[in-house]
């Protein structure tokens, strides 16, 4: 059976995958060497796409599937339909 995470597990999944990709981009800084600083740049901006992306898909309203992506923090009630955000 597939579990459905709630809308908090769904933010807290993105914010630890952006965190994550922009520590990555970061510790580029401390590389001299231009072999590994690109692969581990490339894989950073990836990580933090994949987070924008995960955002955009999956951050919405359960009520009224309105996106809650812009949201700074997530609201307590959906802007759009007034719903009760878990």
Same mark, same amino acid.
């Given at each position: 059976? %597939? @579990? /459905?995470?709630?809308? %908090? =597990?769904?933010?807290?999944?993105?914010? #630890?995958?952006?965190?994550?990709?922009?520590?990555?981009?970061?510790?580029? $800084?401390?590389? =001299?060497?231009?072999?590994? @600083?690109? &692969?581990?740049?490339?894989?950073? $901006?990836?990580? $933090? $796409?994949?987070?924008?992306?995960?955002?955009? @898909? /999956?951050? %919405?309203? &359960? /009520?009224?599937?309105? #996106?809650?992506? *812009?949201?700074?923090?997530?609201?307590?009630?959906?802007?759009?339909? *007034? *719903? @009760?955000? =878990?």
């Amino acid at each position: 059976m %597939k @579990k /459905h995470r709630t809308l %908090k =597990e769904r933010s807290r999944i993105c914010t #630890n995958l952006y965190l994550a990709g922009m520590g990555i981009i970061i510790l580029t $800084v401390l590389f =001299e060497s231009i072999s590994v @600083k690109m &692969p581990l740049l490339t894989i950073g $901006v990836a990580m $933090v $796409v994949a987070a924008l992306v995960y955002r955009f @898909k /999956h951050i %919405k309203c &359960p /009520h009224c599937g309105s #996106n809650l992506a *812009g949201a700074r923090t997530l609201p307590e009630f959906c802007p759009d339909c *007034g *719903g @009760k955000l =878990e």
